[in-house]
């Protein structure tokens, strides 16, 4: 999914790489699917530490259970 790359004058002086890095959309593609992946990362990780509270909490219960019959 790449677009268009805008051809811009070339003029004297500096402008011309800022110009050039700035038409330029060949990262676009991998930066967005870097921010996905980061963001199924975060989720994961919040998710597993939400399940292995639960889960610890659960088995603390049984202890506890088991430690007084």
Do not use: C, H, K
């Not at 530490?49 to 603390?60: D, H, T």
């Amino acid at each position: 999914m790449s677009g268009p790359v805008v051809e811009m004058p070339e003029r004297a002086g500096t402008a011309s790489p800022i110009r050039r890095f700035a038409a330029d959309v060949r990262g676009a593609t991998s930066i967005e699917y870097a921010l996905i992946a980061g963001f199924v990362f975060l989720v994961a990780v919040g998710s597993i530490r939400l399940y292995a509270s639960r889960v610890g909490q659960v088995y603390a219960t049984i202890g506890n259970t088991i430690s007084q019959n």
